[in-house]
Nanobody, 111 residues
Framework: VQLQASGGGSVQPGGSLRLSCAASGFSLDNYAIGWFRQAPGKEREGVSCMGRSDGSIRYADSVKDRFTISRDSAKNTMYLQLNSLKPEDTAVYYC?????WGQGTLVTVSS
């Protein structure tokens, strides 16, 4: 069971990134999925999650209307689209399924 995250980088405020998290050893369709982030000096926080069966989606208030969670069954990959990025979005982003975590991908938003 493995989650491999990618897609982080450095962008200017207002920019966009798409984070990917490829799963191996299990099917993402069978589980709820989530994205978390941890900013320097802060605790890890939930960003977004998507339910297994009904696909219900939730976002943290701080990212609502800017971030979009999704998954591609054919590629067994989950995504987080980050738009209108702000400096306060700077963090290491982690994908999560049950007790499994990706290795984290760094997003830096700075002018």
């Amino acid at each position: 069971v493995q989650l491999q995250a990618s897609g982080g980088g450095s962008v200017q405020p207002g920019g966009s990134l798409r984070l990917s998290c490829a799963a191996s050893g299990f099917s993402l369709d069978n589980y709820a999925i989530g994205w978390f982030r941890q900013a320097p000096g802060k605790e890890r926080e939930g960003v977004s999650c998507m339910g297994r069966s009904d696909g219900s989606i939730r976002y943290a208030d701080s990212v609502k209307d800017r971030f979009t969670i999704s998954r591609d069954s054919a590629k067994n990959t989950m995504y987080l689209q980050l738009n209108s990025l702000k400096p306060e979005d700077t963090a290491v982003y982690y994908c999560n399924v049950l007790t499994n975590w990706g290795q984290g991908t760094l997003v830096t938003v700075s002018s």
